[in-house]
Structures are given as structure tokens and as C-alpha cells.
């Protein structure tokens, strides 16, 4: 699961997915309103996974809202590469568990 915040701004994803691809679309589903929204990417290879940075709005605003779950799917074409969750939160984690 990955953990993104309400920002508008663009935030990374790193992620190992099951073809290294430079271009995709990236789907991102808000499970409680059920509504999807689709961006065309830019991947960089980095090592053993690929890096993405994208800003996740909506004319101009951000489309994450604090505490929900979204799906997020990354197809290639009409190949899914790599699917996942989302949870959103404002909240500072101490990803180095300190």
C-alpha cells in the first residue's frame, strides 16, 4: 500500500512492476465515491523499480482526500502492469519506524 497526502503538488511513487515501461496510464479510483480518474505518465527506471512523479488533480484541485483508500492501476497499453491501494493522510509517518 502506498501513502500519499492532500497535496496538489506532484508526489513520487516507486513501484516493481511486471514490465519496466517509460510511458503509461495511471488509473486512480476513489473507493467510496467510486469515481476514476486517468493520467497520462512518465516512468524512470531506477535500479529495480520504476519511479513516478505525478500531481494527482483535477482542474487545479487535488483529487486525494484525507483518509480515504484509492485504487491505483498502471497499464501499458492494454496491459495492467501494476495495481495497488492508496491511503491518504496529512499525518506525518516515521517510515523508519523509530
Same mark, same amino acid.
Given at each position: 500500500m502506498?501513502?500519499?497526502t492532500t497535496s496538489a503538488s506532484s508526489q513520487n511513487i516507486k513501484i516493481i512492476p511486471r514490465e519496466f515501461v517509460t510511458s503509461g496510464t495511471l488509473s486512480v479510483r476513489d473507493e467510496s465515491t467510486n469515481?476514476?480518474?486517468d493520467y497520462s505518465i512518465t516512468a524512470t527506471?531506477?535500479? =529495480?523499480? /520504476?519511479?513516478? $512523479?505525478?500531481?494527482y488533480t483535477s482542474s487545479g484541485n487535488?483529487?486525494?482526500?484525507e483518509g480515504r483508500f484509492y485504487?491505483?492501476?498502471?497499464?501499458?497499453?492494454? =496491459?495492467? /502492469?501494476?495495481? $495497488?491501494?492508496?491511503?491518504?493522510?496529512?499525518q506525518t509517518i516515521n517510515?523508519?519506524?523509530?
Open positions: 502506498k501513502v500519499l469515481v476514476s480518474y527506471t531506477v535500479g =529495480n523499480y /520504476i519511479s513516478i $512523479d505525478n500531481a487535488s483529487i486525494l482526500k485504487n491505483l492501476n498502471l497499464k501499458s497499453g492494454a =496491459n495492467n /502492469i501494476y495495481r $495497488d491501494k492508496i491511503f491518504v493522510t496529512d517510515q523508519e519506524n523509530k
